[in-house]
Each structure stands twice: as C-alpha cells, then as structure tokens.
C-alpha cells in the first residue's frame, strides 16, 4: 500500500526556521509529482505548490513563493518543506499529496499524507 | 489565476437526499483538469472525482461529477451519514493549481 507519513506537529516562534518531511513508503516516488497544501485554522485548502523528484523541478504558488522552500532526497523517498523565516500567519496544518499519475504533470493528488500541524506564536 | 467559484456554502440535506455542488472556473479549465476531494474533520482530503467525470478508486457510485462548459458540478445520488462533509474542486491544469472554498454537506 503506498503511504505518505509526515513529521509530527511542530511549536516555533516567529523568524524561527523550520524544516516538516513527507516520506513515501510502498513505491518509488521518482516518477511522481509531489504537491503540498496549507490549511489554516478553520479555513479551507490551498495550494502551496508542487515538485517532481526525478530532476526536483518545482512550482510555486506566487503567494508563497520565496517564503519557502520545497525539495525531495530521492535515496529515501522524502519530501521536505522548509521555512528560513517562520511568521505567524505560517500557522495551520499542511499536507503532502502524491500525484495520481506517474510521469506527467497533469494529475490530481490521490494519496495525501496525515498533515503536520504548524503553530508559530511568539 | 483561475478562480473556482463553489455554491452554495452550505447545503443542508436528509440522508437519501440528492445533493448537487458547483464550482464555476473563471477562466476555463485546460481539458476539463478538475479533481473534487472530500475533507472530513481532522482528516486529509480524499480524492473523489478527476477530469471532471471519473471516479476515483474505490469511490462509490453514488458520487458522479459532470462538466457544462465553465460550470462543473459534484452530485452525490442519495446521502449516507458518511458523506456529510466539505467538499472542495481543485483545477490542476495550470499552476498555481486553485482550490474552491468549500461547500459544507451538513445534515438537515
């Protein structure tokens, strides 16, 4: 059965760093792109973006993009999300999903992983 | 950015009642690239439907998805008390990829 298993819930305060992984289990992820999407508290799903680990090309969405940093070691099939500079509005929960479809960019997310829930309070 | 419109917000049903969701893209969606997921409280989105009409894997038949020009819409035929939970369209045909804001399936 293929799984993402992410790292639990994390405490920071604001210009803290941050690092949250997604690890992939029960197949190999290389050819599939990886997305994340944030949630913040009581409020609905959006699109943080999304990377391909065959060659770590990754999309950004323009409202997160330079806040964070997306990548993927291939060697243990983990997905990582990275803050240099945490602000509270960063709090929620966030998820990784693996797309439906190998080797092409155009597929929903079907597997997701449990969240990590991200609290950044001074 | 293409936005996704859902309505209503809230639907409020019986069990065995045909609910109907909508979510309008503005502009199109590249070949009908829309996926809806379901997220129930504490729990990861579930995928549901892609390219506007399939069903995903192990999603009961009671869930159809259907596409009219901009207008793409989620019916699930009778409601069973799992079913009573937000359900969110989501294109991915462009990036950034947009979700709706969610409609509410709540119990009457």
């Known amino acids: 059965e293929v799984q993402l298993v992410q790292s639990g819930a994390e405490e920071r305060k604001p210009g803290e760093s941050l690092k949250i992984s997604c690890r992939g289990s029960?197949?190999?992820?290389?050819?599939?792109?990886v997305g994340w999407v944030r949630q913040m508290p009581g409020k609905g799903l959006e699109w943080l973006g999304i990377?391909?680990?065959?060659?770590?090309?990754?999309r950004y969405s323009p409202s997160i993009q330079g806040q964070v940093s997306m990548s993927f070691d291939t060697a243990i099939n983990t997905a990582y999300l990275r803050w240099d500079r945490l602000r509270a509005s960063d709090t929620g929960i966030y998820y990784c999903?693996?797309?439906?479809?190998?080797?092409?960019?155009?597929?929903?997310?079907?597997?997701w992983g449990q969240g990590t829930p991200v609290t950044v309070s001074p | 950015d293409i936005v996704l419109t859902q309505s209503p917000g809230t639907l409020s049903l019986s069990l065995g009642e045909r609910a109907t969701l909508s979510c309008r893209a503005s502009?199109?969606?590249?070949?009908?690239?829309l996926a809806w997921y379901q997220q129930k409280p504490g729990q990861a989105p579930r995928l549901l439907i892609f390219?506007?009409?399939s069903r995903a894997a192990g999603i009961p038949d009671r869930f159809s998805g259907s596409v009219s020009g901009t207008d793409f819409s989620l019916t699930i035929s009778g409601l069973e008390p799992e079913d009573f939970a937000v359900y969110y369209c989501?294109?991915?045909?462009?990036?950034?990829?947009?979700f709706g804001h969610g409609t509410r399936v709540e119990m009457k």
């Open positions: 502009p199109s969606v590249t070949d009908n690239f």
């Open positions: 999903a693996r797309q439906q479809m190998g080797g092409t960019f155009l597929s929903a997310f079907d597997i």
């Open positions: 029960g197949n190999n992820f290389t050819h599939y792109w």
């Open positions: 390219r506007a009409s």
């Open positions: 989501q294109h991915y045909g462009t990036t950034p990829r947009t």
């Open positions: 990377i391909y680990p065959g060659d770590s090309d990754t």
